[in-house]
T-cell receptor, first 114, second 115 residues
């Protein structure tokens, strides 16, 4: 049981194009997160969601849009991709469930913007 | 606001030697502390966590970390490393109060184990 999946795993696009990265969970965790990982910067939070229809900005939200109409899905859209958005994107789920407090990460999407 | 500092970006070590990866945090309230590991081309996995109780927490693969409130630290240690421990390690903190659950990650420490 993967629990959290991301698609696509790899994506190459061109500057100015719209790109959507998908994140799906099967575990019904309340919180979902999008991070980007870049060398020298570690993990930086882009957006997060505490529940369906509740989203909020993280550290680096500019150029990204999210939505969460269903608890299990949390897509991330780059409305007009730029080269600076070349990165590895991780979706994570988490929350205080059953006395546990931790995050579970997806396998990541490697995005290249040419 | 909370913050996390991982003092070393890279730690090279020989196989079977001990290692310590340092993590310091800053917060005005009580915190939960985590160490995550990331193997090449994979997502992060929880290695161990401190929520409450004993300040010394251990993982199933020989790592341990000790919560030191006075020094605001949560250093990760292993007495004897293996080649397979080569990975990126992230320290994270989330604040207990307020019902929010937004962890903050350090920039990561790359552990490189040489034969």
């Amino acid at each position: 049981d993967a629990g959290i999946t991301q698609s696509p795993r790899y994506k190459i696009t061109e500057t100015g194009r719209q790109v959507t990265l998908m994140c799906h969970q099967t575990w019904s965790h309340s919180y979902m997160f999008w991070y980007r990982q870049d060398l020298g910067h570690g993990l930086r939070l882009i957006y997060y969601s505490a529940a369906a229809d509740i989203t909020d900005k993280g550290e680096v939200p500019d150029g990204y849009v999210v939505s969460r109409s269903k608890t299990e899905n949390f897509p991330l859209t780059l409305e007009s991709a730029t080269r600076s958005q070349t990165s590895v994107y991780f979706c994570a789920i988490g929350g205080w469930t059953g006395g546990k407090n931790e995050q579970f990460f997806g396998p990541g999407t490697r995005l290249t913007v040419l | 606001a909370q913050s996390v500092t991982q003092l070393d970006s890279q730690v090279p070590v020989f196989e079977e030697a001990p290692v310590e990866l340092r993590c310091n945090y800053s917060s005005s309230v009580s915190v939960y502390l985590f160490w995550y590991v990331q193997y090449p081309n994979q997502g992060l996995q929880l290695l161990l966590k401190y929520l409450s109780g004993s300040t010394l927490v251990k993982s199933i693969n020989g790592f341990e970390a000790e919560f030191n409130k006075s020094q605001t630290s949560f250093h990760l240690r292993k007495p004897s490393v293996h080649i397979s421990d080569t990975a990126e390690y992230f320290c994270a903190v989330s604040e207990v109060a307020g019902g929010s659950y937004i962890p903050t990650f350090g920039r990561g420490t790359s552990l490189i184990v040489h034969p």
